[in-house]
């Protein structure tokens, strides 16, 4: 008799399906040595487990992702191609409180959402060391316009810097009061963790912002982060595989720390290598130096496409909202869930 053993049968069709989202073999998935980023940067899907963040913002992975849809009443997504619309349905739902809030509130029609995670999480192809567990979003400076971009659009359009030329201030002709109240209303909600933005558009708001401070020290300088301001999120309560960052510094930030920023030394260039060194290759990082957790969510089935449905904030298996929309090119725009 010629019977497969229905176990056999059943780890067949998960890895067939494992194979079909992650567009690689499954026999790689699990191997320890694989290159992280192969693996996650790949994955078209989330792993089909209750959301949970594992590791860190920098090394990590997340199952259970949900993508925030295309288009909501107060926000578009963009550069779809990237599919890294994805993270904790908690970052989710802030997403979206923070474009309605501001919208409501503050004088800015809505959000440009920039990358948030890959399906899985994990290292990426391109850009970003963090965005790893779903817990970090990127919002553009741009205001969001008042007419739905295409889909080519939204991968053309540029971001815009908020800086004056090549120095490290911010353009007054481009910086508006309502750019600061959307970065201060973000880092204002209690589960922000960190809010990233260029220093000259943290020295702006040291000079000019005339309200309530007790958020400015979680608005961290860093480099880059002067056409779109980077949201991180606590781990979520009960996520005991995910790391938290240490706290902000107390205080606004609006100090030495900052004068800092405006000194020659954050922008030297890399030390010039000495004649004779080899170039130092950079080492990838392997599945097996990701959290045990990583293995299993990229060998783990992903969730049907069938069931991007309404995806609820605190469902505990997620759906995605919102696959059916990695349109090849300018196609159907799924309809906006409800505002929730
Ligand atoms: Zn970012």
Same mark, same amino acid.
């Given at each position: ?14 890895? !067939?399906?494992?194979? !079909? ?7 790689? %998935? ?7 980023? /192969? ?52 970052? $989710? ?18 959000? !440009?959402?920039?990358?948030?995670? /890959? ?43 908020? !800086? ?18 959307? $970065? ?60 938290? /960052? @240490? ?59 069938? @069931?991007?449905?309404?995806? /609820? ?8 909202? %919102?696959?059916?929309?990695?349109? @090849? ?12």
């Amino acid at each position: 008799m010629n019977r497969m053993n229905p176990y056999r049968r059943l780890t067949r069709a998960a890895m !067939l399906v494992c194979a !079909l989202a992650t567009g690689i073999p499954a026999a790689n %998935a699990a191997d320890g040595n694989a290159v992280a980023k /192969q693996l996650f940067g790949h994955a078209k899907l989330p792993a089909a487990i209750a959301s949970e963040p594992h590791g860190f913002y920098s090394k990590g992975c997340i199952a259970g992702a949900v993508a925030i849809p295309v288009d909501g009443p107060t926000w578009q997504a963009m550069r779809l191609s990237r599919n890294r619309r994805w993270g904790h349905p908690d970052m $989710i739902a802030l997403v979206e409180r923070l474009s309605r809030e501001v919208a409501q509130y503050d004088g800015w029609p809505g959000l !440009l959402i920039g990358d948030i995670s /890959q399906p899985r999480g994990g290292p990426m192809l391109s850009g970003h060391a963090s965005h790893q567990m779903g817990l970090d979003a990127d919002i553009w400076l741009n205001p969001m316009p008042s007419r739905k971009l295409s889909y080519r659009e939204r991968e053309d359009t540029s971001a815009v810097s908020m !800086l004056k030329n090549d120095t490290l201030y911010v353009d007054p002709d481009r910086w508006t009061d309502a750019h600061a109240r959307l $970065i201060v209303r973000a880092a204002s909600y209690p589960e922000v963790e960190r809010i990233f933005v260029h220093p000259g558009i943290k020295k702006k708001l040291c000079d000019t912002w005339k309200g309530d401070r007790s958020s400015f020290g979680k608005i961290r300088p860093y480099w880059g982060h002067h056409y779109h301001f980077h949201i991180r999120i606590n781990c979520p309560k009960g996520a005991t595989d995910c790391r938290s /960052q @240490a706290p902000s510094p107390s205080g606004t930030g609006c100090d030495k720390s900052l004068a800092w920023w405006f000194t020659d030394e954050p922008w030297k260039p890399a030390k010039p290598a000495k004649p004779g060194d080899k170039p130092k290759k950079k080492r990838e990082m392997r599945l097996s130096e990701l959290p045990a957790a990583c293995a299993r969510i990229i060998d783990a089935p992903s969730v049907s496409s069938e @069931a991007a449905a309404t995806f /609820q904030p605190g469902m505990a298996v997620a759906r995605a909202s %919102a696959y059916s929309v990695l349109p @090849a090119n300018d196609v159907p725009i799924p309809t906006p869930r409800p505002v929730n």
